[in-house]
């Protein structure tokens, strides 16, 4: 991140003079248990009860309420048009949320400037890196998704600090709906669903957080403000929803060997592309002693003097453009006595895409780009950045007392004989290229964080004691506190806010030759039993009935092998790895299945705008005959943003009715939150660009949480409607996969994330397989 001049219209309070460095994480966390005790946590913010993969844990909002205190940054805009970046501390309890200039521990009588409920109908989308005055910050908006007027806007130094915050605030909005749920007064259940002007006077406050007694607090506080970026580190541990120590939840098919090292990295080489015949695919890994966020944070800054002291390629870069927060565009130059023979100074432009995924790594995408902003020059030698990807993911740590480290991987496709000769010798010409200078960034990266003891140690915890009376908690809100939170970006407290202290191994016994190993799992899984661990998902008191596919047509067809195209298949789930029986134990994953449903038939859509309730379209699978008959459908509506926008609808059928008392039926008939905490894809990319698998990765996700996701619950049917447009980071992965869709192949698994004991092993819902499909060949949708 480069330095910023500040603008004469805006201004960052708290130290005008300084750029924003650092910020505490959203650590304080209390959990107060339905029995009344008391316990503190710290590290990542979850709930209480069994961890699952991400480090969160599987307790209910009945659980106890949580609690969360941290710094941000508030973004807005005064009466005048004048932007603002101020300072604030964030406390939220339960399902309500309060702003505060000061810190409330040291100054127990403040009231708020801000405060509400977080309600059901709140959206939270982490927007990605923007400029302000002083730096870049990681931006969270806040939105009502009844009425858009109703929205806001607070930041965080990293993007692990704003993902903990979208975590908390999502906790938050389980506690209401599940209060909601629990039933209450009229009264309270209309004021959680009314949208509130927060224009006027502060709201009537008793005092802070009765009953409060100890706070833990991660980080070091606003004096990391005045630290240097380069002894930034960050508190990151399993902060997400899934899998930690593993490389992904599908089977790739990658033969690594280590060809060299140099200075404690490795240098790989995939012989099963070579074999291939597509160039070589090669990576420099390392485990660098420092956070994941910290590491990203290292290699996202463009400034000079931090990169001189390990990039010897992108040490000169200048920032051109960025667009929606997690794409921007570089200009570099670099000295070719270095790197080539050739005398004519260098320059070149690349394009960065960066994603942080559920479990915490981070994904960065970097291509050859051209930009109006900088044409070729008088001097200066135009080339071509080789593409590379960065891929940094947090490791296990064996005890709280251990520093964080991370697994550091850099991977580029490479075209040169130069290559086996630098094998085959000490020294060869290969050492004056581009790639080779690129695969050792991740040395000298791994040296200069070396170099800086600070980046190997997290932030401090420290135990607040409150100075508060110890009244109940339950006299903590008022009836006046019954309105929605917004971090309002109008002018709604202008005169508050102008104050002035204001983140393959081949498998030789099986004698089949085949492109990629889930084909070769998908020929050897005929006798594989359906769905294991699903025997009571559907009512077996109940004679199945017979599913026929030839009599459900969709608008794409059904392909025969992985040779045609345009089409689809219906893959075992043996290509998955989901959590086993003892995963709450040992986090033991197992080699999924069958699916329990039958994927009958696939939709392929053109749309004008993305469409919902597809299931209740006359001409719907769902509305046929034969659709009737069935005793139940899920309907997967994929809405992919484009011009022209798509929809890829799938159906699922099962022979018999639901049991309610299962997971799946507790799933189809669940409330939305619950739904969004449960339901889970699993990407593969089986065949394609290996830059695209890297963007796409392999590891499950859980959707509800990454995008919007809508449910109908109608007659034998329930449809999901997942809006990948909603998400910024989304939508920038499936632009580049549509890119390169008519090459790929991509495997698709759903299923319901298992968090209890009662719930394991999981089990495969579904699948699908899309063979190289044709943009074109979508089917306008008639409303």
């Not at 927007?127 to 005055?133: A, E, F, M, P, T």
């Not at 022979?655 to 189809?668: A, N, Q, W």
């Given at each position: 991140m480069q330095n910023l001049t500040p603008s004469p219209y805006t201004h960052c309070d708290g130290e005008k003079n300084q750029r924003i460095k650092a910020m505490t994480s959203p650590g304080s966390k209390k959990v107060v248990p339905a029995d009344g005790s008391e316990k503190n946590h710290s590290g990542n913010l979850g709930r209480t009860g069994d961890l699952n993969e991400s480090g969160s844990s599987s307790g209910g909002g009945e659980g106890g309420t949580f609690e969360y205190f941290g710094q941000v940054y508030h973004l807005g805009s005064n009466k005048i048009g004048h932007e603002y970046c101020h300072l604030r501390y964030l406390f939220i309890r339960g399902k309500y949320v309060e702003m505060y200039k000061r810190d409330p521990h040291e100054n127990p009588d403040i009231k708020p400037i801000r405060r509400g409920v977080i309600g059901p109908t709140m959206m939270v989308e982490e927007?990605?890196?923007?400029?302000?005055?002083h730096g870049d910050v990681y931006v969270i908006r806040f939105s009502n998704r009844l009425d858009e007027r109703k929205k806001g806007e607070i930041a965080c130094a990293t993007a692990g600090e704003a993902m903990k915050w979208v975590e908390a605030f999502d906790e938050a909005k389980q506690q209401a709906e599940y209060a909601l749920s629990r039933g209450g007064s009229t009264r309270t259940k209309l004021s959680m669903e009314a949208n509130i002007d927060l224009e006027g006077h502060r709201p009537r406050v008793r005092r802070y957080a009765y009953g409060l007694k100890?706070?833990?607090?991660?980080?070091?506080?606003?004096?990391?403000?005045?630290?240097?970026s380069?002894?930034?580190?960050?508190d990151v541990r399993g902060d997400s929803f899934y899998g930690g120590g593993d490389n992904g939840d599908a089977i790739e098919a990658h033969e690594w060997?280590?060809?060299?090292?140099?200075?404690?990295?490795?240098?790989?080489?995939?012989?099963?592309?070579?074999?291939?015949g597509r160039g070589f695919l090669v990576k420099a890994v390392a485990v660098v002693e420092a956070s994941a966020d910290a590491v990203f944070e290292v290699i996202s800054k463009l400034d000079k003097h931090q990169r001189y002291e390990w990039d010897t390629v992108t040490g000169d870069s200048e920032l051109i453009d960025s667009y929606e927060g997690h794409y921007d565009v570089i200009y570099c130059v670099y000295d070719p006595k270095y790197l080539s023979r050739w005398q004519s100074k260098r320059d070149f432009i690349f394009s960065r895409q960066w994603v942080r995924g559920q479990d915490g790594t981070y994904t960065i995408l970097q291509f050859p780009?051209?930009?109006?902003?900088?044409?070729?020059?008088s001097g200066y030698r135009r080339t071509d950045i080789t593409p590379s990807t960065w891929e940094i993911r947090n490791l296990k740590k064996r005890s709280d007392a251990e520093p964080p480290s991370c697994l550091v991987t850099h991977m580029l496709e490479i075209h040169s004989k130069r290559w086996c000769k630098w094998k085959r010798t000490s020294y060869s010409k290969f050492e004056k290229t581009i790639p080779y200078a690129l695969l050792l960034q991740v040395a000298g990266l791994k040296e200069y964080i070396g170099a800086n003891p600070a980046f190997k140690y997290e932030a401090s915890s420290t135990v607040v004691q409150s100075k508060l009376s110890d009244i109940p908690s339950g006299e903590y809100v008022d009836e006046e506190m019954e309105e929605q939170f917004y971090d309002a970006t109008d002018s709604s407290s202008d005169e508050e806010e102008s104050d002035e202290d204001d983140e393959e191994q081949d498998k030789k016994e099986i004698k089949v030759k085949l492109k990629n190993v889930s084909w070769a799992i998908a020929s050897l899984s005929l006798k594989q039993p359906k769905a294991p661990g699903a025997s009571n998902e559907l009512d077996t008191s109940v004679d199945p009935v017979d599913i026929d596919p030839s009599q459900i047509q969709g608008s794409l067809r059904k392909g025969n092998g992985d040779k045609d195209s345009n089409c689809w298949n219906s893959p075992s789930g043996m290509g998955f790895m989901i959590r086993g029986k003892t995963y709450l134990k040992d986090n033991a994953k197992v080699m999924g299945g069958q699916p329990l449903l039958t994927l009958v038939s696939v939709d392929w859509l053109k749309v004008d705008k993305a469409v919902d309730n597809i299931a209740l379209h006359p001409k719907c699978l769902v509305q046929s005959e034969p659709g009737k008959k069935l005793p139940f459908i899920l309907v997967i509506n994929l809405q992919v943003p484009a011009k022209p926008n798509y929809c890829l609808v799938m159906y699922y059928a099962a022979?018999?009715?639901?049991?309610?008392?299962?997971?799946?039926?507790?799933?189809?008939n669940g409330s939305d939150s619950y739904r969004d905490s449960r339901f889970k894809l699993i990407p593969s990319i089986v065949q394609g660009y290996w830059m695209v698998k890297r963007a796409v990765g392999t590891k499950a996700c859980l959707l509800g949480k990454a995008v919007t996701c809508k449910y109908l619950r109608k007659d034998n049917f329930l449809e999901i409607d997942v809006d990948i447009g909603s998400s910024a980071v989304a939508r920038s992965v499936i632009g580049l996969v549509l890119g390169y869709v008519t090459s790929l192949i991509v495997d698709l698994a759903i299923l319901i994330e298992g968090k209890e004991e009662t719930e394991l092993p999981e089990y495969i819902l579904g699948t699908v397989r899309l063979n190289r499909i044709e943009l074109d060949s979508a089917v306008s949708f008639e409303e």
């Open positions: 927007l990605g890196r923007r400029k302000v005055s100890k706070l833990i607090r991660i980080g070091q506080g606003p004096e990391t403000l005045l630290r240097q380069s002894t930034l580190v960050n060997k280590c060809v060299r090292t140099i200075n404690g990295v490795r240098i790989f080489e995939d012989v099963a592309n070579f074999k291939a780009a051209v930009h109006k902003k900088r044409p070729p020059k022979d018999r009715p639901v049991s309610e008392s299962s997971s799946l039926g507790k799933f189809v």
